[in-house]
Structures are given as C-alpha cells and as structure tokens.
Antibody
C-alpha cells in the first residue's frame, strides 16, 4: 500500500532553516508528483508547491517562493522540503501528499510539526 | 488566486441524518474540485474528485455534486466515524487553494 512517512517534529529558532523529509513506499516514486501543504489553525490548508521526482522540476505558490525549496533523492524515494529564514509565522504542520492521475492528492503523510520559537 | 468559501464553518447533526456542506469558488473551476476528510489528529484523506467521483474505498453514503462555481458534499445516514473536518480544494488553477473547512460534530 502507498505510504508516505514524514520526519518528526522540529523545534527551531527564528532565522534558522529546517529540512523536512517524506519517504515514499508502495509505488514507483518517480511516477507521481509530490505536493507539500501547510496547515495552521488560523490559515487552514495552504498549498506550498509541487515537485516532479523524475525530473526534479518544481512549481511553487508565489507566497512560498524564497521560503520553501523542494528537492528529491530518487535513490531513497524521499522528497524533501527546506524552509528558510524561519519566523513564528512558519509554525505549522507540514504535509507531503502524492498527486494522483486525477490531479488530486490521494495519499498524505502523517504530517510534521514545526515550531519556531526562541 | 481562486478563493474557496465553505459553509457552514461548523455543523452539528444526529446519527442517521443527512448533511450537506457547500463550497463556493470565486470563479468557474469547471468541476475541478476535490473533497477531503480530516479526522481528529490525522492527516486529510481524499473523498471525492472531479466534483462527483468517489475515491476508492470511500463509503457510498458520501456524494458530491455541482458545477461552475457552486459545489456540495452530501453525507447520507451520518455515522459516528464521520465526525471530521471537511475541506474542499480546487485544482483548476495554480496555486491550488482550499476552503476554510467545515467541522462536523454529532448532536
């Protein structure tokens, strides 16, 4: 079965960076694009961007350009998202989610909580 | 960006009841609409895509309808396991955007 296993919770200081991982299993990693989504209590769900694991090509929500960088490691079937210049507004749960053939997110990771605090 | 407005924001219903959640897009999204269910403490799960297509394994008491800018999710014969937050999402135009969510509770 399709599984997306995300890295654990992070407590980080303002101004630093954090790199989250999402290890895929149960399907061919390069066959489906991978999305990243931010969830906060106040802003709900926000789509950050998407990466094609086969080519490494990316597309970002303009709001997150310069904040998020998406990469993959095909050898380990793992997608990564680096968040830079962190502020308290970046505190959220971040999900990776596979894009289906119907262009919707048909499998989600369990989420990774990021808390930015001094 | 396309704005997605869900209503109501919260809803209380009894077991066995039928409930309907609405989603309004700020422009025509040509049925490129998905519904997700998020149970407490869990990640969202896909229920419906292309406005009315049921994802594999989703109970048939869930159904979606709509076109243009107006869409709805209907749950027939409400079960206790349906207590969740429901989100709509448009995948017509980038950036993909979500509704604010509808919290469904049991009365």
């Amino acid at each position: 079965q399709v599984q997306l296993q995300q890295s654990g919770a992070e407590l980080v200081k303002p101004g630093t960076s954090v790199k989250l991982s999402c290890k895929a299993s149960g399907y061919t990693f390069t066959s489906n694009h991978m999305n990243w989504i931010k969830q906060t209590t106040g802003q709900g769900l926000e789509w950050i961007g998407i990466i094609n694991p086969g080519s490494g090509g990316t597309s970002y929500n303009v709001k997150f350009k310069g904040k998020a960088t998406l990469t993959v490691d095909k050898s380990s079937s793992t997608a990564f998202m680096q968040l830079s210049s962190l502020t308290p507004e970046d505190s959220a749960v971040y999900y990776c989610a596979r894009l289906s053939g119907h262009y919707v997110m048909d499998a989600w990771g369990q989420g990774a909580s990021v808390t930015v605090s001094s | 960006d396309i704005q997605m407005t869900q209503s109501p924001a919260s809803l209380s219903a009894s077991l066995g009841e039928t409930v309907t959640i609405e989603c309004l897009a700020s422009e025509d999204i040509y049925s490129n609409l998905a519904w997700y269910q998020q149970k407490p403490g869990k990640s969202p799960q896909l229920l419906i895509y292309y406005a009315n297509s049921l994802n594999d394994g989703v109970p048939s008491r869930f159904s979606g309808s709509g076109s243009g800018t107006q869409y709805s999710l209907k749950i027939n014969s409400l079960q206790s396991e349906d207590v969740s937050i429901y989100f709509c999402q448009q995948n017509y135009d980038s950036p993909w955007t979500f509704g604010g969510g509808t919290k469904l509770e049991l009365k």
